[in-house]
């Protein structure tokens, strides 16, 4: 059973326009969750994270919402640029995991120009 | 400083052989966790080590194993290879074990084909 679900394989945004990556969760334990980013024949990099106790984080172009009675999240671009182009994974922790990372399967996010 | 180093790149096997990988952490990184990762799935933990132990186990069989040396470099081995095992096997370091505040750094990856 999926503990962490982006239910959407793939997106297409226009260059300039925002993207909204979502992302589901059915543990309401999970304390911490993060974003990371995989370009194709690389390792996923790690982009942007946020603590339960928070409902909002931005870092720059980045936003990362957190609505815990949805037990949802959403990843923010704002604006999207030909670079962003990539797989996103959302991923939680928690102590019930050995604060090991349950990952989703990732969305493909591609940029127009 | 020089991030986290994954031999070999790529690699073809048949059914029935075994594979070794190796992971080299970015310098001062104790943990290590393996993870694989196949078209449409998200990346499935296989095991972390730090210190030289393993920490912690991801829901796989047996032919998996792996050990961590008194450098914090890390090997993985898959025995007696199947069809299922082709995929992208990823190492990611952290300072501390666990990843309670998430962080992980990934290396490039191994892919391993299985024929």
């Known amino acids: 059973d999926q503990q962490v679900k982006q239910n959407s394989p793939s997106l297409s945004v226009q260059e300039g326009r925002i993207s909204i990556l979502n992302c589901d969760y059915t543990n309401s334990m999970f304390d911490y969750f993060l974003w990371y980013k995989k370009y194709p024949a690389e390792g996923p990099t790690f982009l942007i994270s946020i603590s339960s106790i928070k409902d909002k984080n931005e870092d720059g172009r980045f936003t990362v919402f957190l609505n815990k009675s949805a037990k949802h999240l959403s990843l923010h671009i704002v604006p999207s640029q030909p670079g962003d182009s990539a797989v996103y994974f959302c991923a939680a922790t928690a102590s019930f995991s050995n604060y090991q990372l349950i990952w989703g399967a990732g969305t493909k996010l591609i940029i127009k120009p | 400083k020089a991030g986290v180093t994954q031999t070999p790149r790529y690699l073809i096997k048949t059914r029935g052989q075994q594979v070794t990988l190796s992971c080299s952490p970015i310098?001062?990184?104790?943990?290590v966790s393996w993870y694989q990762q196949t078209p449409g799935q998200g990346l499935q933990f296989l095991f972390e080590y730090f210190s030289e132990t393993q920490r912690n186990k991801g829901n796989f069989p047996g032919r998996f194993s792996g050990r961590q040396f008194s450098n914090s470099r890390s090997e993985m081995n898959v025995s007696t290879l199947e069809l299922g095992d082709s995929a992208l096997y990823l190492c990611?370091?952290?300072?501390?074990?666990?990843?309670?505040?998430?962080?992980?750094?990934f290396g490039e990856g191994s892919r391993l084909t299985v024929l």
């Open positions: 990611a370091s952290s300072l501390f074990q666990g990843s309670s505040t998430g962080e992980l750094f």
């Open positions: 310098s001062g990184h104790r943990s």
